[in-house]
Every structure is written in structure tokens, then in C-alpha cells.
């Protein structure tokens, strides 16, 4: 896997075993812990699809507690019925593209997109408020390729240590919450769900995708 993200500018991370379903970027160098489940992907299409409603739905359909904590596992992603034409492999660039086709043509994965950046961007500003941290890089870090790192200004380290992602799903803000709304709203378009609603059961949504996952499996009805 190490060898398969080296060549990423980014990936995606997710802890194996979490309350939370929270999934997260990471660049390399950044080597992900023995915790979490990597996830070879840089797209923000797949980022946004695996943060939807509807991926934590199948995710703990598939998934195990341990510890009444649910547990991620890899069954979840490789059996999950991504969108018509957006799975991982439909996304990922061919050789000599800077992107993956459907990323500039489809109006429909470009809208997923579109939301899960304004939400990983207002997840970042918020772990990490200019006005509150400055981003530092040493020239031994610049010179092993490590990103810059945020570094809370005089002050203002006790406030940002409470910056968690843990702690902002936790308190679940309106502007976190509509965020999400919208994602799943984008997703539910792209499943061409026009009777998707936030109220829509996750019996439903679970239902609707096994029917998926079988018709796509070759299975019967």
C-alpha cells in the first residue's frame, strides 16, 4: 500500500474502529497509523461519496463492533455500489491525465465533488482558524517533502488542542450538519434518487443498495 499512495499527492484515511464514521485526507510522506484503513484514492468524488450518508449506512451493515465501537473494514468499500461510472477505478486518472474524465464532463459527479471540497474546507478552517494558527515548515520538513504544518500562535494552543474532528461531529454544528445535507443530496443525484430526502429511513437506503449490489453481482431479484 505504502508504495501504491507514494505516488498520490494525497489519500484518503478513515479509523478502523470508531463512534464516528469521519473519513480524512493525508499527503505523503505521512504515513497512516496501523489504526486506520487506507484508501488509495486522491479524488475528491470518492472522498465525497465514502463521507455520504449512504456509505455510512452500507459501512455499518458490513461492518463489526468492537467494543460497541463499529468497525471499518475493507468488505465495506470493495462491495460498496458506488454511483453509475464513479467507482475508484472509474475515477482514477489514466496515465498521462491530469483527471479522470468524468470529473470535468459529468455534471453530476462535478456537484459531488463541488460539496465534499466546501466541506473538507470548512472542516480544515475550523480545526485550524487563521486567526489562531500560523503554518510552519522547517528546512529539514521541506527538504523530506513534508507539508507545511499548522502551529497554534501565543495564546491559542489550549483552543486549538480542542480541535478535533471527534469533538466538531460531536457538537455537530448547522453549518457542519447542512454540509452534509447537501453531499448527500448531491450523491442521492447521482443514484438518481429524485424521492431522496434527509427523512428517507436507513432501512430504505440499505435496501435500495443491496438491490444495487445484487443487480450488479448478477444476481436475482
Given at each position: 500500500m505504502r508504495r501504491v499512495i507514494e505516488d498520490l499527492p494525497r489519500f484518503i484515511v478513515t479509523a478502523e474502529v470508531a463512534q464516528q464514521r469521519l473519513f480524512m485526507f493525508m499527503s505523503p510522506p505521512a504515513i497512516a497509523d496501523e489504526n486506520m484503513v487506507v484508501i488509495a484514492c486522491a479524488d475528491?468524488?470518492?472522498?465525497?461519496?465514502?463521507?455520504?450518508?449512504?456509505?455510512?449506512?452500507?459501512?455499518?451493515?458490513?461492518?463489526?463492533?468492537?467494543?460497541?465501537?463499529?468497525?471499518?473494514?475493507?468488505?465495506?468499500?470493495?462491495?460498496?455500489?458506488?454511483?453509475?461510472?464513479?467507482?475508484?477505478?472509474?475515477?482514477?486518472?489514466?496515465?498521462?491525465?491530469?483527471?479522470?474524465?468524468?470529473?470535468?464532463?459529468?455534471i453530476l459527479a462535478a456537484n459531488i465533488a463541488a460539496a465534499a471540497r466546501h466541506l473538507d474546507q470548512m472542516r480544515n478552517t475550523w480545526?485550524?482558524?487563521?486567526?489562531?494558527?500560523?503554518?510552519?515548515?522547517?528546512?529539514e520538513e521541506e527538504k523530506a517533502g513534508f507539508p507545511k504544518r499548522p502551529v497554534a500562535k501565543p495564546g491559542f494552543a489550549a483552543e486549538v488542542k480542542k480541535r478535533t474532528l471527534t469533538n466538531l461531529y460531536n457538537a455537530r454544528p448547522a453549518w457542519l450538519d447542512l454540509a452534509h445535507k447537501a453531499l448527500d443530496a448531491a450523491v442521492a443525484a447521482a443514484y438518481g434518487w429524485e424521492d431522496y430526502s434527509p427523512a428517507m429511513p436507513d432501512d430504505e437506503i440499505l435496501k435500495r443498495l443491496l438491490q444495487l449490489n445484487l443487480e450488479r453481482s448478477g444476481g436475482i431479484r
Open positions: 475528491d468524488l470518492i472522498f465525497g461519496i465514502l463521507h455520504s450518508r449512504f456509505h455510512e449506512v452500507w459501512a455499518l451493515h458490513l461492518g463489526a463492533l468492537l467494543k460497541d465501537a463499529p468497525r471499518y473494514t475493507l468488505a465495506a468499500f470493495e462491495t460498496f455500489p458506488f454511483p453509475a461510472g464513479m467507482t475508484p477505478r472509474d475515477t482514477a486518472p489514466k496515465q498521462g491525465q491530469a483527471a479522470a474524465p468524468c470529473m470535468a464532463g459529468d480545526l485550524n482558524p487563521p486567526e489562531w494558527v500560523e503554518w510552519v515548515i522547517t528546512p
